[in-house]
C-alpha cells in the first residue's frame, strides 16, 4: 500500500511540473522542487517522504519555500507544512500564496529568512558589503557623576519598592462573554488583537498560518510568515476567546467566511 502512495504523490508532483532531485542531503527521503509561478528566485520544495531505498511512502509529505540567494544556496522563508497524499495538491497552493506574506529586504529587495540566532536577515547577507565600511565609534568612559548616577540606578533595581495594587472589582469578573468559531483543518489564518468585544488591530498581510489539527477547542498551527514579529506565547491556541478588558489575541480565518457565536 505505501508504494500504492508513493506512486500516488510521484505523479501528483510530477504532473505539477516539478523535479524530483538526485539526493537528499540532509535524509534518505525524495526531495522535489519548481520555481514559484509568479516570484523571482523563490523554489515550492516538498519533501515526499519516499524512500530512496525502499520506494516506499515513509512519511508524511512537507511543504515550505525557500529563496536562492546570490552564492546560489537555499534560505528557508516559510516553515515546513505537513500534509499526506490527499491534501498535497491544495497545500501546495496555499504555501504558494504565503510567499506574498514573507518580508523583503529593503536594501536589495531580497526574501528575509529566520537565521540560526533567532533574527530575521537579508537572504543575500547584503549588510556585509556596507557594514564594516562603518568606522567604529569609541564610547567615552564615564565621568565620575556618571558613575555615581549609575551605582544609584542599580540599588534602585535592586531594591524596588512594590507596592500592593489589588482591585476590589476583581470578585465576581470572572462573568464574561465567551465566543467559538469554527476552525478545521486546512484553513488559512490570521489573527486579530482585541480589547472586550472590540478589534484593534487586525494582522491581515503581516501574520499567516495554516491550521493542522483540531481537536476539541484546541487548534495545532503552522505560522508561515509573522513579519509583525508577535511573540510565538501570545499567538491563539484555541477557537474561543472571552471578551474581557485585558488585550489579547484571536484567529480570523482568511480562506472562507466565519462568524463569532456567542456560548451560552
Sequence with gaps: MSKVIAKQIDNILKGDKFIRHKKNAKGNTAIYSRNHPTAKFVRVVV????????????????VKLVYINRAKSWREITRECITDARGLASLIKKVEAAEKFVKTCKFCKAKKFKAKTGNTVCSNACWTAWAGKKKSQKVPPATPKKKTAQRTAKKAARNPQRK???NPQRKGQRNLQRFSQEILPGDLVTIEEFVGGEVTTDYTG???????????????VVWTANTAQVPEWLLPLTNEYEANALKSYRFKVLSRKVEWVKVA
Excluded: C, F, M, Y
Excluded at 515526499?48 to 512519511?59: P, Y
Design 164 to 166: 500592593s495594587h489589588k
Design 47 to 62: 519533501d515526499s517522504g519516499i524512500d530512496l531505498s525502499s520506494g516506499k511512502s515513509a512519511k508524511s509529505v512537507a
Design 206 to 220: 503581516t501574520v499567516l498560518g495554516i491550521v493542522q489539527k483540531v481537536e476539541n477547542r484546541a487548534v495545532t
